[in-house]
Every structure is written in structure tokens, then in C-alpha cells.
């Protein structure tokens, strides 16, 4: 290797303030695959590429030569054999945060950068040791952290950088921080101490009376030697008293210049980024919009490199094109109806104007009848050769409503959609996205360009190579026809492809029944869902968001009463100050790397111990994400045409087969405040309709009971008894009658916590208790309820040895992480597989009902009812007033009785709670 020359520039990287800052500073993500929580990692995958790009092209940051991140690698440290409560108040890292770790150091290989840990040892130790070496080489460091303790490393030929304010530390920013130069920084640390790290200093010294006693004794050492003739009593004696804390508040503070650091300077030299590690490790946490900046700063991979990217085993397959055809007339359309017929099959793809299936135009269709043959008639694009659509359509028209041909698709819901817009009711659907979805849920994604990698190793066009991105974006109907037809005939025919693999896989792993009897019956169902779409009030709206608006400012006012100042509520430094310097209704506590931790957590905590203020901000919080996520913006969401708003329901985006929903999402609007309430009353029923809603009466405790056997809790639910004061009597060992209302939170908090396999901890926050408290209350309750242990173990066992789980019905869930090596990813994967077997089989049986109740209603003559919404263990029904009594009764038979059939028969009576009235907020 290279050797360390003087024009040499190294940075070193707090890779741990990192972490904390991007998972406090973001909102959480989870990838949508198999719901692994990635914000974090995001958060510093997108830091980690801008300071890549900042540096390169900022003048004041200097190109660096040699780079390298830094980690701590455990709490304990030798700061803790010298005092053992050094960081003792420091809580877990949080649940979603816990798995996280493993993934961010991935991320750092990704980007073809060094990685240094060690342990008993900080990062702060490990980036003062390298300074030392680096100096020695007479070469330059910048140190990247917002971390304060580093200040101390400040010098000649040191630079600090701070990511989060975008600028460097100056002398004068240490003076104004600690009252003293860099060289000085340790001293007044010793004296002032941290209570984030629970550096204990002297006692009643605060930052600023330590820097002048600093300033005029010079040094710790001095200070204490001289204590006797400081004037002032208390000062002089807490310092005589408390010398030893001083002296070992040094030794805490103090980072080691010596650690016994294994990797070499040399091996920081700065490499080339290699595309295909850090593009296929984007990919896989599905950080598709930070992928499409990462392209554009280092460009494409060579098709070469990304076959050896996703299928190293295998070279890859260039798919040959010159048997794709472009239609210019209407002769060529009967000849590729002609060969569909005769094949009993095709796959077609729809080429639209926008990705709004309700208010797109059609640009054109693409055909496959075998594999390699695809064809591309162009209908709305601005170039001659199009054909006429209506010409088009009415020659498609019988082939596609013919139920003795398959129609393929990817993801064909969206294509159905489109053409039931021209007046085709497609038949016989087959849809590639959902069997890759019933063969690999949570093993990967199902977009068609992944899928083409992973199945024909085939790199496909991609969209934006046709109509390009930002402002140099172009409409497909912009597309010269010949690109046009390249592209739109590649889907159709890795479409087709795709169809004749997965149909021999399902048959090979005994998918088949789930793929038929819950997946292709929901492709109409749903699409109509969508047509249909449901009404709301936009009125009644913009009065919600002045209610709201007004609702924030005096919540502001009452906020800004107790703080007797205003402030930004929606700053995280700001809020804190106000917590913990001006109020004053918190110990001190601190993210990882020192700013105010201000999250809901910390605010519940509070709250609940009583004090006003974080309830406010809570209270501020609530109300100004329901204006800005749902009154402000569901109106933008209704269409012109029709005054409904059109959800998108997405059946592959669950590891579970939970179905979700988008533009706008319904799934999440909140239910059990008031505010949340109002909300929903803005969605409305038809005049002349009613709306309805059917909800499972605790579908999943009802699962648990079956799955498990639990004797108890099937023979309550059997009894029609309070499932949670049965729990509650049994874990607190109390008659039933004189379970209280405390102990029953308790016990519905475990009840469904146990579902989602919640921790001790977990248990702990939720229910305000202590870790002990909640470990005897899981104890209890896996003592009285042992069948639910047995179940647990049991699960993960399985999904250790197999990869999967299954749920009742036999659909499969994988969980690719349930024997990784890190504790935190394995956890968080053990208590998603003990959750998928529960929650997917109430989504099962919610198609089911879904399935059976389409068909009834299809079978009652002039039937107006339709089902718009499905919302967690809810449909929403809208009904004409007279039909409500009789469509009741039907909803009820239908959705209780789903489970009476071949599939399962369920041991545990299913209960649904059945409500009308003009609006969805009046159903709860």
C-alpha cells in the first residue's frame, strides 16, 4: 500500500453519531417487503452519499485522500471498570432502532468504505488515536461528528466538521460551548461533568462557573491543589469534598490517544465506488429514490456487472428483441388475435400518460403469445403510424372479455382498470406480480425489473431510460414509436416468461390453492373497489382544517404560556432547551450523540407522570399531522369526474398477505381520538345510500386461541366472555368480578402484545412498568396460558429450520433474516414470524369474505351494494337505505360463516360488529 505522504487529508467519520442522528431526525420507514425497519439506515446511507458528493465538489470541505468510518462496538467499556456507572442512565437502543446496526454496517461496505470498531472502546477513543497517528505522518484530518466531546481533538491540521449544521467547528464556537480554547476542553468536562453519559464532576458546578475557575487556575491538577484558597464557602468546599469525582470525571472524559487499533492508516485510502455492491445493496433495502441519485452521480453498471451482481452462478442473458413487432395496421391486429385464440393465452401490458389507472390516457398495448414474440400496437402517441383507438379496442374487445383465453399480466389490476375505462371487462386474469408474491413474500420484491433479474437474469429497459427524469422528463405518449415498441414488448414477453416459471413453481411447492383461491378472485374484487372509490365531503373538510388550524393555535398559546416564550414546537433542539433547560421537568436525557431526545416516547413518559406541557405537545403533534396528512391533502386526492377519492389497493405489499393501500392511504387513519374521528366523517354515502361497516371482533386473539389451542381462551370466546378480564384474572390470580379497570389495560396490553411478540422492555414502556414488573407479568401469563409459549417456540423453531412460516390456510411468509448473526436482526425477525402466522390468516379470511360477499351480492337481482373500503379487520359497505336490514343480515351469515368450509375449520367462533349511517366517522 501506498505510503502516508503530507498532502495526505483523512476523515474520519463518527459512524455512531451518524446513527442516532438519522434515526432521530427522520420519520420511520420500513421496507415494504417484509416490514424491516430502515429509517435509520436510510438516513445514513443518504448522509454518508452526501458527504461522499460534498466533498468533492466543495471547496471548503478539501477532497479527502483517505476515509474511514468509526463505530462503537459495545456499551461497556473501560470507562466502566473505572466507574461503574459510567452511561448507566443511558436506556436500550429502541426496538426499531435494535435491528437497524447490522444493515448501516453493511451500508458502509456498500459504499466500498473502511470500517473500524473495537471493543472496550468508544469511537471517540478509536478517531483520537487515528488523529494522533495521522498527525504523526504530518498528513491532515477532518473529524465528521456533532459530538462535543471531540472538540477536545481540535488543533493545527485538525478540522471539525458538523454534518448536521453543515459547517466547521471554530475556536470560537468551543469558547462559546465550554468557555475555554480546545486545549482546555477536558478540564472544564472534569468539573462540570455530563449527565448524559453520568460523568459525575463536582457538584453544583455547572459549564460556566468550571471555565473561569479553569481560566484562572489553567488545569484541573491546579485547580484542586489550590481549592483551600478559593473565597467563596461552598464552591471551596464542594471542590475539597468532591476532589475524587473530579479526578475521575477526568479520566472518563479524557479519549485515549493509544488504543490498540488494528487496521492500518494506509487501509483508509479512498476507493473507487463499485457500482454493483453499493446498487444492489440499495435495491435490497428498496431505497429506490436514494438509488436514483446514486445512478445519477456514478451512472448505470455494465449489463455484464449486474448479471454478477444479482446471479453470480449465472452468466447473463441478453433477451433477444428482433422477433418484437411494431403494429401499423389493423390486418396485424386479427393475425395476433388469431394466434392468442389458438394459444388459449397471452400476456398484454397497458402503456398509459400517468400511473392514475382512473385518469390516464391509453397510449398503447402490448401482446405475447409465445416466449420471445411480443408485438406493440401504439394507440396515443404524438407521432404518425398510431392506430385508432376505438379500431383497436373494438378488435381486442372479444379476445379479452373471452373467458377461455388467459390474460397475463404484471400487477394486471392496473391494466384492468385502464381498459374497463374503454369498455372492456377483461376475463380469465393471471397476474405474474401475485404468484411471485404467494411463492416469495418477504424473500424479495415483486416489481417486474426484479423479478426479471432473478428469474431469466435479464436486465430490462428501464422506465426512465425511455422518457428520461427531472425536467428532461418526457409523457410516454412523447416516445418515438420504435423505443415505444422495444420497451412495451420486453414487459409483455418477460411477462409471459415469467407466467410458464412460476406456474410450474406453484405446482412444484403446493402454492397453487393460495395463489387461486385467494390471490385471482381479489383482481376484480378490488379493481372495482377502486373504480367505485368513495365519497367525500370537501366542504366539510376545509371546515376540519380551520377547526384544526384553530385547534393548533391555541394549542400553541397554551404551550407557549408554560414555556413563557415562543419557540419552533416542530424543532426537536428547540423543544428540548425548553424540557430540559427552561422547565426543567426532566433528568436530562440525551440521543446517543447529545441532542435532546424529544421523541413521543420520552413526551408519553412525561405525560403520563403529569405534566402538562408534554401532553400539549403531544396534543400539537396529533392535530397538525391529521391537517397536513388528511384535511389539507384528501381533497387533492378527489377526482374531478366522479368527486371520489380512489384508493389503490396493493395485494403484494405485505410478508403477510395483509392487503395495504395508497394514494391516498386509508389504512392509517387514526380511530380512537375524536380528532381522528373527524376525519372520517368527511367520508360519505351517496344520497340514497347508507354506509356500513363490518368489523372483526378480536379476529387475531380468536387465531391465537385456534392455532395455539388454547383451551382457556377458546372456551371464553366460546362463552362470549370479556376475553381481557379473563387474562387479567388469570395473571393477577384475582376472581374475574373483581378485576379493575388497571388490570385490565394490563391485560389487553399482553394479550395483544403477545401477537406481536413484544419484548419485556417492549411490555415495560408500553404499560409503565418496570422490566422486572413486566417479566413476572409475561411469566404469569405463559404460566397460565402455556399452550401460547409451546406455539411460540414451536414457530420459530420452524421458521429457523425452514425459512418460513405458514398461516392456517398455507400461505407462506419468509423471514430471510431469522438466523442472522446479529441478535438484533434475528430478534426483530423471531417476533415478526410468531405475528405472520396470526395476522395472515385474518387477512385470509377477510378475502374469503370479501370473495363469498361479491359473489352474493353478484347474485342478487338489480344489486346496487357495493364493498368500497377494506380497512385492517373492516369492509365498508355502501348500501341503498332500503336494503340495509337485508344487506346486514347477508354481511353477517357471510362473514362469520367464511370459515365453515374444506381450507380450515376454525374452532373459535368468529363475532363481527355490524354498524350504519351516513358517514364512516358515526360507524365507531
Known amino acids: 500500500m501506498d505510503k502516508i505522504k503530507k498532502t495526505d487529508h483523512f476523515y474520519l467519520i463518527d459512524g455512531s453519531g451518524y446513527i442516532f442522528r438519522a434515526y432521530y431526525a427522520l420519520p420511520p420507514l420500513t421496507r415494504k417487503s417484509d416490514g424491516l425497519p430502515v429509517g435509520a439506515v436510510s438516513g445514513f446511507c443518504s448522509m454518508l452519499f452526501k458527504l461522499l458528493e460534498d466533498s468533492k465538489s466543495n471547496e471548503n470541505l478539501q477532497k479527502p485522500t483517505h476515509f474511514a468510518v468509526i463505530f462503537d462496538a459495545a456499551r461497556k467499556t473501560f470507562r466502566n471498570e473505572i466507574y461503574s456507572d459510567y452511561k448507566a442512565n443511558r436506556s436500550e437502543a429502541p426496538d426499531d432502532l435494535a435491528p437497524q446496526f447490522e444493515y448501516i454496517r453493511k451500508s458502509v461496505v456498500a459504499f466500498n468504505l473502511p470500517s473500524v ?123 475539597i469534598e ?41 435495491r435490497e433495502m428498496e431505497f429506490n429514490r436514494l438509488l436514483s441519485s446514486v445512478i445519477s452521480a456514478y451512472g448505470e453498471p455494465l449489463l455484464e456487472e449486474t448479471a454478477k451482481e444479482t446471479k453470480p452462478e449465472k452468466k447473463h442473458q441478453n433477451i433477444s428483441k428482433k422477433n418484437y413487432h411494431l403494429i401499423t395496421n389493423e390486418k396485424e391486429i386479427d393475425e395476433w388475435i388469431n394466434e392468442a385464440e389458438e394459444a388459449g393465452e397471452l400476456a398484454i401490458d397497458t402503456e398509459t400518460s400517468s400511473l392514475d389507472a382512473h385518469q390516464t390516457d391509453l397510449v398503447g398495448i402490448s401482446l405475447s403469445t409465445k416466449i420471445g414474440q411480443a408485438c406493440y400496437i401504439p394507440i396515443g402517441h404524438k407521432f404518425k403510424g398510431c392506430l385508432k383507438k376505438e379500431t383497436v379496442i373494438k378488435k381486442l374487445k372479444p379476445l379479452l372479455e373471452d373467458k377461455s383465453v388467459k390474460k397475463i399480466g404484471q400487477n394486471i389490476k392496473f391494466d384492468f382498470i385502464v381498459l374497463y375505462k374503454q369498455g372492456i371487462n377483461m376475463n380469465s386474469m393471471e397476474d405474474t406480480m401475485l404468484m411471485s408474491y404467494v411463492l416469495d413474500a418477504g424473500k424479495n420484491r415483486h416489481n417486474m425489473d426484479t423479478l426479471s433479474e432473478i428469474h431469466l437474469q435479464h436486465k430490462t429497459i428501464s422506465f426512465k431510460e425511455i422518457v428520461g427524469t427531472g425536467k428532461k422528463e418526457i409523457n410516454f405518449s412523447d416516445v418515438e414509436l420504435d423505443k415505444a415498441m422495444e420497451y412495451a414488448a420486453e414487459d409483455a414477453d418477460i411477462t409471459y416468461r415469467l407466467y410458464k416459471i412460476f406456474s410450474k413453481n406453484l405446482k412444484l411447492e403446493k402454492l397453487t390453492n393460495i395463489y387461486e383461491i385467494f390471490e385471482k378472485p381479489l383482481i376484480k374484487i378490488l379493481a372495482f373497489m377502486e373504480i367505485e372509490g368513495i365519497k367525500i365531503d370537501n366542504k366539510f373538510l376545509k371546515v376540519l382544517s380551520e377547526k384544526f388550524e384553530k385547534k393548533i393555535s391555541k394549542l400553541e398559546k397554551e404551550v407557549f404560556k408554560i414555556s413563557k416564550k415562543e419557540f419552533n414546537i416542530a424543532s426537536p433542539k428547540q423543544l428540548g432547551e425548553i424540557i430540559y433547560n427552561d422547565l426543567k421537568i426532566a433528568v436530562l436525557k440525551k440521543t446517543r450523540k447529545g441532542s435532546f431526545a424529544t421523541n413521543a416516547s420520552v413526551l408519553e413518559d412525561l405525560a403520563f407522570k403529569g405534566h402538562e406541557f408534554p401532553k400539549l405537545i403531544l396534543d400539537w403533534r396529533q392535530v397538525s399531522k391529521l391537517k397536513n396528512t388528511y384535511s389539507d391533502a384528501l381533497p387533492e386526492h378527489i377526482n374531478p369526474n366522479t368527486k371520489r377519492v380512489h384508493t389503490s389497493f396493493l395485494l403484494a405489499a405485505t410478508t403477510t398477505g395483509r392487503l395495504a393501500s395508497s394514494d391516498p392511504n386509508l389504512q392509517n387513519i387514526p380511530i380512537k381520538s375524536e380528532d381522528g374521528k373527524d376525519i372520517r366523517k368527511a367520508f360519505i354515502a351517496e344520497k340514497g345510500f347508507t354506509l356500513i361497516s363490518a368489523d372483526y371482533n378480536q379476529i387475531e386473539m380468536r387465531i391465537l386461541a385456534d392455532l395455539a389451542e388454547v383451551k382457556e381462551l377458546k372456551k371464553a370466546f366460546s362463552n362470549n366472555e370479556d376475553i381481557h378480564s379473563l387474562t387479567a384474572s388469570q395473571v393477577f390470580n384475582v376472581d374475574i368480578k373483581k378485576v379493575d379497570q388497571d388490570m385490565r389495560r394490563k391485560a389487553k396490553a399482553i394479550n395483544f402484545g403477545i401477537i406481536y411478540g413484544i419484548s419485556q422492555y417492549g411490555l415495560a414502556k408500553q404499560i409503565n412498568v418496570s422490566n422486572h414488573e413486566a417479566d413476572e407479568f409475561l411469566n404469569a401469563y405463559f404460566l397460565k396460558f402455556p399452550e401460547i409459549k409451546i406455539y411460540m417456540d414451536n414457530t420459530i423453531k420452524f421458521c429457523r429450520k425452514s425459512g418460513y412460516v405458514t398461516n392456517i390456510f398455507g400461505r ?113
Open 117 to 239: 470498531d473495537l471493543p472496550n472502546y468508544e469511537a471517540d477513543d478509536l478517531i483520537a488515536t487515528y488523529v494522533e497517528q495521522i498527525l504523526a505522518k504530518g498528513a491532515k484530518v477532518t473529524i465528521v461528528s456533532s459530538d462535543k466531546d471531540l472538540m477536545q481533538l481540535y488543533r493545527k491540521d485538525v478540522r471539525i466538521f458538523d454534518p448536521m449544521k453543515n459547517k466547521f467547528i471554530t475556536p470560537e464556537d468551543i469558547v462559546t460551548k465550554f468557555g475555554v480554547g480546545p486545549e482546555k476542553v477536558i478540564d472544564v468536562q472534569s468539573l462540570a461533568g455530563d449527565s448524559s453519559d453520568n460523568v459525575p464532576g463536582v457538584p453544583g458546578i455547572g459549564v460556566k462557573t468550571a471555565a473561569e475557575l479553569i481560566n484562572k487556575y489553567g488545569t484541573l491538577e491546579k485547580l484542586l491543589d489550590n481549592a483551600q484558597e478559593i473565597k467563596q464557602n461552598k464552591r471551596r468546599e464542594t471542590l
Open 242 to 282: 468532591n476532589k475524587d469525582k473530579a479526578i475521575i470525571s477526568k479520566k472518563l472524559v479524557t479519549l485515549m490517544k493509544d488504543a490498540p487499533v488494528e487496521r492500518k492508516l494506509e487501509e483508509f485510502h479512498l476507493k473507487k465506488i463499485d457500482k454493483n455492491k453499493l446498487y444492489k445493496f440499495l
Open 812 to 924: 407462506r411468509s419468509h423471514f430471510n433474516g431469522i438466523n442472522d448473526k446479529n441478535f438484533n436482526v434475528r430478534n426483530f425477525q423471531e417476533r415478526a414470524a410468531i405475528n405472520a402466522p396470526i395476522q395472515g390468516s385474518a387477512s385470509e379470511i377477510m378475502r374469503l369474505a370479501m370473495i363469498r360477499l361479491n359473489k352474493k351480492f353478484e347474485s342478487i337481482k338489480n344489486n346496487k351494494s357495493k364493498i368500497l373500503l377494506q380497512i385492517h379487520d373492516e369492509l365498508i359497505f355502501e348500501v341503498p337505505v332500503k336494503e340495509v336490514k337485508n344487506i346486514t343480515e347477508i354481511i353477517k351469515d357471510e362473514m362469520t360463516s367464511v370459515t365453515e368450509s374444506d381450507l380450515h375449520t376454525f374452532s373459535t367462533p368468529l363475532t363481527v360488529d355490524v354498524n350504519t349511517g351516513d358517514n364512516w366517522g358515526i360507524l365507531h
